[in-house]
């Protein structure tokens, strides 16, 4: 299962966008609530969607990989949350992908998780990428670690993250499907 946190005020075109492509490449995917006590979560433009599952229905043993959405302020919300932490360091434990788009990518950054890895984030954030080397690219792929630069390059994320988890031929097929401009190879 790959999950992709919803926190107060996260970006619901990074969230959501990146959950229907990774659906579309036949991915198990859920959106989880967090710190709320039901599913319901309110974006950052004051969209209320209900998660699939909150926080305390998290089944380690299904995780395979995490997405962190930009947002604010999403990204405090889920930089201060101890399950996004332990999903966190459960994936680079066990060798998961992480993805972090917007603003969240300095959340990684804030645990050590970018060192030494290229990545990139919403411009002004560049100082939050501890340890990492800053790349001016809409998204950016370094091991099993995807980082998005904000909302407009959602799309570039969101394959980079169905290249790791499938294949790039499932990733080229999604890109067709979606009839948009961008250019994968």
Do not use: W
């Not at 005020?9 to 659906?23: H, K, N, S, Y």
């Not at 990492?132 to 809409?138: I, K, S």
């Amino acid at each position: 299962m790959i999950y992709v946190f919803l926190a107060d005020g996260f970006e619901e075109t990074e969230a959501l966008t990146t959950v229907d492509i990774l659906r579309r490449g036949k991915l198990d995917v859920q959106t989880v609530a967090v710190g709320t006590n039901g599913k319901q979560v309110t974006s950052s433009h004051k969209i209320t969607v209900t998660a699939d599952i909150n926080e305390a229905e998290i089944a380690f043993e299904n995780l395979r990989g995490i997405v962190l959405p930009g947002g604010m302020p999403g990204t405090v919300n889920l930089g201060v949350s101890l399950i996004v932490h332990q999903c966190i360091n459960y994936c680079v434990e066990k060798g998961y992908v992480i993805g972090a788009i917007c603003a969240a990518p300095s959340v990684l950054g804030e645990m050590g998780i970018l060192n030494g890895k290229k990545a990139t984030c919403f411009p002004g954030f560049e100082d939050k990428l501890e340890g990492a080397e800053y790349v001016n690219e809409f998204a950016v792929t370094d091991g099993l670690v995807v980082t998005g630069k904000g909302m407009g390059a959602t799309i570039p994320f969101a394959l980079q993250l169905l290249e790791l988890f499938k294949n790039k031929e499932t990733a080229n097929t999604v890109l067709e499907s979606l009839q948009c401009p961008y250019n994968y190879d």
